[in-house]
């Protein structure tokens, strides 16, 4: 039986994020139910990562496996074809080995966070990256992301609901960057905590802002308590963009 490996791109907007759920439409029900409008075949499809509802994507993974033999371009066309008008699209679709897997076979996955800071209102970019109006100084920010690059217990800044075993995660990047209003952070590591991301860029603009410094964020950390560290930064920022796999 074949098995499909797809790159996937969508607007989290209106979605309630990766997984299905009964609260509303999904990306993998949108993918589900295209397939089965292809080819009949009711299957469920294993991701690289469950993003959060309003949480982006520009290089989600997937794999499935079908029963029909069809060319990869045929799937990838006929997915996008039956997934309109959702804002999900197929970007690429390749064969693989029945032993690769979406999820467990990744060896690294990559965030970007959004913020636009200014004080106009957003237009272009309403939902796609976080408003700040407060002025935000992306160098202490930078700064303060030495505390949490590395291998730590990042118990400060996990959801409550987090069902990982262990809190200890390993980041091999998290930078600060402006571009003119834009401020991007952008952050790898082989694999995250539920809300994550969020909470560190959460934590990161008290320290743009002044409330906090580099010290304080090291206390939050040292502390493994959720309450100790920042608000999480709004899901629409946040975009899984590109996972990596052995070649």
């Known amino acids: 039986m074949p098995r499909y490996k797809i790159t996937i791109e969508y607007d989290g907007r209106d979605l309630v994020g990766w997984q299905r759920q009964e609260n509303g439409p999904s990306v993998q ?17 294993q991701g690289a990562g ?8 520009l290089g989600q993974v997937a794999t499935f496996d079908l029963s029909g033999d069809h060319t990869t371009r045929t799937v990838m066309n006929a997915i996008n074809q039956h997934l309109k008008p959702a804002r999900v699209a197929i970007l690429d679709c390749s064969r693989v080995d029945a032993e690769f897997n979406a999820r467990f076979s990744a060896t ?56 990982a075993k262990s809190p ?11 571009f ?22 959460g934590t990161l603009s008290l320290v ?18 959720r309450q100790k560290a920042g608000p999480n930064a709004p899901a629409y920022g946040l975009y899984l963009t590109d996972v990596d796999y052995d070649s």
């Open 180 to 201: 003119d209003d834009e401020i991007q952070v952008r952050v790898s590591a082989l694999s995250f905590l539920h809300n994550q991301v969020r909470s560190m860029v």
């Open 50 to 57: 469950r993003t959060d509802a309003g949480v982006h994507a």
């Open 168 to 178: 200890v995660r390993t980041l091999s990047k998290l930078d600060v960057q402006r």
């Open 29 to 45: 029900q949108h993918i589900e139910e295209a397939i089965f409008k292809f080819c009949g075949e009711d299957i469920r499809i």
């Open 108 to 163: 690294g996955r990559h965030y970007l966070y959004r913020i636009i800071n200014r004080r106009a209102p957003l237009t272009i970019d309403n939902g796609l990256a976080w408003h700040v109006k407060r002025d935000l100084d992306s160098d202490a920010m930078k700064a303060a992301t030495e505390i949490l690059i590395g291998r730590h217990d990042f118990t400060s800044f996990r959801a409550a609901a987090c069902q």
């Open 208 to 225: 743009g802002t002044g409330q906090w410094t580099k010290d304080d964020v090291q206390k939050a950390l040292d502390a493994r308590d």
